[in-house]
Structure formats: structure tokens, C-alpha cells
């Protein structure tokens, strides 16, 4: 999955820039970091079945599998959007938006 983020002037950027899923290439997302320890974002691991789907709806891959559990990897990087809290079939995660 790619993005391409036009305009980033503001961001001390310029012209578009292309931001794909793979690990390597989304740590350029630290551009986009929020106020850190922030987050209002809480998985409970207990309710983990593995399914995955927190790790592909999620914009800003802030968790990823390990083993068979989701974990947080990126803690800072969640904009609180809620995709997760969404698309978790057993309410593992918990996100109050516009705390962060």
C-alpha cells in the first residue's frame, strides 16, 4: 500500500512524496509524527486472536504481528483514527479520539 503526500511544504517538505507499506519505507512517516505520549490508543492482549486486520487498516502501521498477537510498534505514529477499534472483531482495542 502507498501514499502519496503532495504539498508538504508546510512540513518543511516539497513537491509529493511516496510513502509505501513496507517497513523500510514507512519510517518516513516519522515526518508525520503527533505530540508524543499522547495516544489514547490501548490494545488488550488478551483479547488478541490474531486475525491481523488492525495491521491492514491501519494508515500509519502502528502495530504489527508477532507471533500470533498484535502488538504496538509505533506508539507516536497513531493518529487516533480508530480503523482498529473499527475493524477488530473482538474490541481489543480501545482509542478515544481527539485526546491525542
Known amino acids: 500500500m502507498c501514499f502519496i503526500f503532495s504539498g508538504l511544504s508546510g512540513l518543511g517538505?516539497?513537491?509529493?512524496?511516496?510513502?509505501?507499506?513496507?517497513?523500510?519505507?514507512?519510517?518516513?512517516m516519522e515526518a508525520f509524527r503527533y505530540i508524543e505520549d499522547v495516544?489514547?490508543?490501548?490494545?488488550d492482549p488478551e483479547k488478541c486472536i490474531g486475525?491481523?486486520?488492525c495491521t491492514q487498516v491501519c494508515p500509519q502501521?502502528?502495530?504489527?504481528?508477532?507471533?500470533?498477537?498484535?502488538v504496538i510498534i509505533?506508539?507516536?505514529?497513531?493518529m487516533e483514527c480508530g480503523a482498529c477499534v473499527t475493524?477488530?472483531?473482538t474490541g481489543?482495542?480501545?482509542v478515544n479520539p481527539g485526546v491525542g
Do not use: I, W, Y
Open 51 to 53: 486475525c491481523g486486520l
Open 74 to 78: 509505533d506508539f507516536d505514529a497513531c
Open 87 to 89: 475493524n477488530c472483531p
Open 13 to 28: 517538505k516539497s513537491g509529493a512524496e511516496r510513502v509505501c507499506g513496507t517497513k523500510k519505507e514507512s519510517d518516513k
Open 61 to 70: 502501521h502502528v502495530m504489527e504481528m508477532q507471533g500470533r498477537k498484535a
Open 92 to 94: 481489543a482495542f480501545e
Open 39 to 43: 495516544s489514547s490508543l490501548v490494545l
